[in-house]
C-alpha cells in the first residue's frame, strides 16, 4: 500500500487519514463518500507557492477549481493564498458564493456566454482569458456598454499537444482551445485588444494537456511563446505582463506512474522563462499556473461498501461496490487507473484478485480491473485512493443515484462540507411532479 499525505494505519488495522479512522467516518456519513485530506492540500499549496517566492519571481497559483469545485474548496484556496481558475458561470458563483476575492479569479472557457461574460464584469474579477474571436468581440461589445475596462489574457495554442506520460510536437493547432500560436491568429487578436478602448492587454495563457509527467512540453511552449513576444515587442510595442502557463502537472494514481515533486515542474518552468527573457532582454512577466488535480488528486479518497459478487469461473472475479461511474466517471472515460484497499484491513494479504464493479446499469461501469485482495465479505469497506481531482466534480446521477457527501478530515477532525444528495433532491426539478410526493417528501 502506498500511503498518500497522511494516511496510515491506526491501531486497530484500519485505514485512517487526517488522523481520522475511516471506519468511524463511514459510520458517520455512510458510502459511497469522498474524504479529503486538508493537510495534504495544504502542502501543495505552499510548495508551489514557495517555489516562485525561493526563485523572487512575481507569481499567482491559481487553484483549476474544474477539478473540485466546491465552496469549502474554494475558501482552503483562498486560506492558503491560491488564485482561482473557474470556466463556467457555476464556477464563477460558488468562488462569489466562498467570498473568494474576485480580483483572484480568471475566467477560462471557449464559449463562454454573454450572461457568463456579465457575470465577470459584475463581479470585477482579475482577468478573462478570452479564447476566441467571437468572445473577443462580445466581451469588447459588453464592455463598452458597461463603459468598464477589463483584463484580457489571450489563451493560445503553441502547437504542443501534451499526452499523459507523453507530449509530442504537433507544429498544427488541432484543438478547439485558444488563438493559433503559428498562423497569425494569436497576433490578429492582440492587434484588436491593442485597439480597444475597454480591453486591456495583460498577458498570454497556455495550456498543453493533463496528467503530464515531463517538463520538455512546459519548457518548449515557454521558449515558443517568448520567440513571438520578441516579435510583437518590436511590431506592437507590447510585453505580457502576465506569461500564465496553466495546469496539467503528473500525479501517481497507481505504481506505473512517477511523477516529480509537484513544485520541481514550477523550478523548471521559473528557470526556462528566465532564461528565455534573458535571451531576448525582455523583462521576466508574473508567471501564473493553474494546478488542478496535483492540489486535490491524491488528497482525495473515495470509501464504497462492497456489495454482491459475482464469479465467471476460469475468467473474473467482479465485485460490486455501492457508487461507480456515477462518483468517478474517470476509468470508463479515460481508462483510469486506481488503487484500492480494504479500510477495514488494510494490510492483511491478497489472496485474490477481483474486478470491481460499479452499481450502473453499463457494463462500462467499472472502477479498477484485477486488484488483489484479502477475502471479502460485506462489511469491508473499500477505499479507492487518489479521487480528489475531477471525481466529485464530475459526478453525475445516472440511474438517478445521489452524489455522495464531501467530507474534509485534518487534525484528527473531520467536516462535512458537503451533503449527501438525496432522492429528493433528484425530482425537485421536476415540473410534473405527483402532488402526494410532493406534499409528503418536499
Ligand atoms: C486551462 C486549464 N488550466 C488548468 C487546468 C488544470 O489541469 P490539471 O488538473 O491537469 O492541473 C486545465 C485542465 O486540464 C485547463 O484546461
Ligand atoms: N477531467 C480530466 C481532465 C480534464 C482537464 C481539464 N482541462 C481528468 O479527469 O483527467
Not at 88 to 97: D, M, P
Not at 217 to 243: C, D, R, Y
Not at 359 to 384: F, H, N, R, Y
Request: hydrophobic share 40%; net charge negative; charged share 25%.
Amino acid at each position: 500500500m502506498y500511503y498518500y499525505g497522511t494516511t496510515a494505519v491506526n491501531d486497530k488495522g484500519h485505514l485512517e487519514i487526517g488522523g481520522v479512522d475511516t471506519i468511524e467516518l463511514v459510520k458517520e456519513f455512510g458510502t459511497p463518500v469522498y474524504v479529503y485530506d486538508v493537510a495534504l492540500i495544504r502542502q501543495r499549496a505552499r510548495s508551489f507557492r514557495e517555489a516562485f517566492v525561493n526563485n523572487e519571481v512575481k507569481a499567482q497559483v491559481s487553484f483549476a477549481s474544474k477539478a473540485f469545485s466546491t465552496v469549502a474548496m474554494v475558501q482552503l484556496a483562498e486560506e492558503e493564498g491560491l488564485s482561482l481558475d473557474v470556466v463556467s458561470g457555476g464556477e464563477l458563483f460558488t468562488a462569489a458564493a466562498a467570498d473568494f476575492p474576485m480580483e483572484r479569479v480568471h475566467f477560462h472557457g471557449n464559449n463562454k456566454s454573454r450572461e457568463e461574460l456579465e457575470m465577470a464584469l459584475e463581479y470585477k474579477i482579475g482577468y478573462i482569458v478570452v479564447d476566441n474571436f467571437y468572445e473577443l468581440d462580445m466581451l469588447e461589445e459588453i464592455c463598452a456598454e458597461k463603459k468598464q475596462q477589463m483584463d484580457v489574457v489571450l489563451r493560445i495554442t503553441p502547437g504542443i499537444e501534451a499526452h499523459t506520460h507523453d507530449y509530442i510536437l504537433t507544429g498544427q493547432e488541432d484543438s478547439k482551445f485558444g488563438f493559433g500560436l503559428q498562423n497569425g491568429q494569436t497576433e490578429e487578436a492582440l492587434r484588436k485588444v491593442l485597439q480597444s478602448s475597454w480591453l486591456v492587454a495583460a498577458g498570454i495563457h497556455c495550456h498543453i494537456g493533463s496528467q503530464i509527467f515531463e517538463t520538455t512540453g512546459f519548457i518548449v511552449a515557454v521558449q515558443k511563446i517568448f520567440e513571438k513576444m520578441n516579435e510583437w515587442k518590436t511590431n506592437f510595442s507590447f510585453e505580457p505582463a502576465i506569461l500564465n502557463l496553466g495546469g496539467g502537472f503528473g500525479i501517481r494514481y497507481t505504481s506505473e506512474d512517477d511523477p516529480k515533486a509537484a513544485a520541481d515542474y514550477v523550478v523548471e518552468i521559473i528557470a526556462e522563462v528566465k532564461k528565455q527573457a534573458e535571451l531576448y532582454a525582455l523583462s521576466v512577466p508574473e508567471i501564473g499556473i493553474e494546478p488542478g488535480r496535483s492540489l486535490v488528486g491524491d488528497a482525495g479518497i473515495t470509501l464504497y461498501k462492497i456489495g454482491s459478487r459475482k464469479e465467471v469461473p476460469n475468467v473474473r472475479k467482479y465485485l460490486a461496490v455501492d457508487g461507480g461511474m456515477t462518483d468517478n466517471i474517470r476509468p470508463a472515460l479515460y481508462q483510469a487507473k486506481y488503487e484500492a484497499v480494504l479500510a477495514n484491513k488494510p494490510l492483511e494479504k491478497p489472496t485474490e484478485v477481483v474486478s470491481i464493479a460499479g452499481k450502473c446499469c453499463e457494463s462500462g461501469d467499472m472502477l479498477i480491473w484485477d486488484l488483489p485482495l484479502p477475502e471479502t465479505d460485506e462489511q469491508d469497506i473499500l477505499a479507492v485512493f487518489c479521487t480528489g481531482a475531477y471525481g466529485y466534480s464530475m459526478a453525475n446521477n445516472y440511474n438517478r443515484i445521489p452524489r455522495p457527501p464531501v467530507v474534509f478530515v485534518e487534525n484528527g477532525k473531520a467536516e462535512l462540507v458537503v451533503k449527501r444528495e438525496t432522492y429528493e433532491d433528484l425530482v425537485r426539478l421536476d415540473l410534473s411532479l405527483n402532488e402526494k410526493i410532493k406534499a409528503k417528501h418536499l
